[in-house]
């Protein structure tokens, strides 16, 4: 009788998931969600074939040292700028991701932050909470309409297309977007969606989404210089990966009313907050829930469960993210 390949799942996730893999694998879960030190993850990993991540677990070259014979990693994200993928391509590992799953849910949840920060409805909320709504008056949170406005997008992947569709057809805004290539016409004309370059794109948003994936070449892409150039009416937010933003010159922003209002659900080293942030009223924050719908979270696990069974015995995965490994 041959061995069942062996996996960690690093956190926890769905059981009925857990118990499909260990049709396939011999699995150690983590079900009290430990979240494990790299030192721990490389020792968890000891012997096994695969294993099944979050973005929250660092795969490099230290990891892949301890582990030279780990095959496969599965996120259960659709970013992954959590794996080195030059030198885990290099040795031989399969890196997948969980992209389409998740597209509408987060676009419903980006476009419903930039409405709660145009709107202000967190601050006046809170406003309220603290017993200090005594009264109307015609000037009460007064933000700006989204309806009719301009619908800025920074990274226009799949993601992005679906905030633009919302914008464009939903609430009749124009949208522009940059994005490192311009789209195929066939794509912006449903969206009415014109390509800018950055700068156009900053002084031209009324609500300005980031959309784009978290790398050296976008960290801090929006910093003081790029909130210099946003009208003072705008609004910034960011459903795509904390370190896209330069957290304090936003706070800096922010405070001294340079734009309106700004929505994050993602944090430079998040789940810490930039304690700057958390003195602003003028921005909503949310602690990395833009996929966070039941049926989401489970086609993303189901997904990386997918992807972890059809590369560890002989299928072909629905989403590798460096086919060239199978290849080999
Ligand atoms: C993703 O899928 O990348 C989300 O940010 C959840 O981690």
Not at 133 to 141: A, E, K
Not at 163 to 192: C, K, T, W
Request: charged content about 20%; hydrophobic content about 45%; overall charge neutral.
């Amino acid at each position: 009788m041959t061995s069942k390949p062996t996996v960690l799942v690093a956190r926890a996730i769905f059981p009925e998931v857990v118990d499909r893999l260990r049709s396939h694998f011999e699995v150690e879960d983590n079900p009290k969600d430990i979240i494990y030190t790299p030192e721990q993850l490389a020792q968890r990993l000891q012997g096994k074939q695969g294993a099944l991540t979050t973005g929250s677990e660092r795969v490099d070259g230290a990891l892949l040292d301890a582990n030279p014979q780990l095959r496969v990693v599965s996120n259960m994200a659709v970013g992954y700028n959590n794996f080195d993928v030059p030198v885990c391509t290099e040795r031989g590992v399969l890196l997948t991701n969980t992209p389409d799953v998740l597209t509408e849910t987060t676009a419903d949840f980006g476009f419903a932050l930039m409405m709660a920060a145009a709107r202000r409805m967190a601050e006046s909320e809170h406003f309220l909470r603290r017993g200090e709504w005594t009264r109307w008056s015609y000037d009460m949170f007064t933000g700006s309409d989204v309806h009719g406005a301009t619908l800025g997008i920074l990274g226009m992947g799949r993601i992005g297309q679906a905030i633009a569709r919302r914008g464009a057809l939903g609430f009749g805004m124009r949208v522009i977007y940059h994005n490192r290539q311009r789209l195929d016409p066939s794509l912006e004309a449903p969206l009415r969606a014109q390509y800018v370059d950055k700068a156009t794109l900053m002084r031209e948003a009324d609500h300005l989404v980031l959309v784009l994936p978290y790398s050296a070449s976008s960290h801090h892409a929006i910093g003081a210089s790029e909130l210099a150039l946003m009208k003072p009416t705008a609004t910034l937010t960011n459903v795509a990966r904390g370190g896209i933003v330069d957290d304090a010159a936003l706070a800096q922003a922010l405070r001294e009313r340079r734009i309106a209002a700004a929505a994050l659900d993602v944090f430079e080293g998040e789940p810490k907050v930039h304690p700057d942030l958390l003195k602003v009223p003028n921005v909503v924050l949310t602690p990395h829930i833009a996929s966070a719908t039941v049926a989401t979270r489970k086609a993303m696990a189901n997904l990386a469960a997918d992807n972890l069974i059809a590369a560890l015995t002989g299928g072909q995965p629905p989403s590798p993210i460096n086919p060239e490994v199978l290849r080999k």
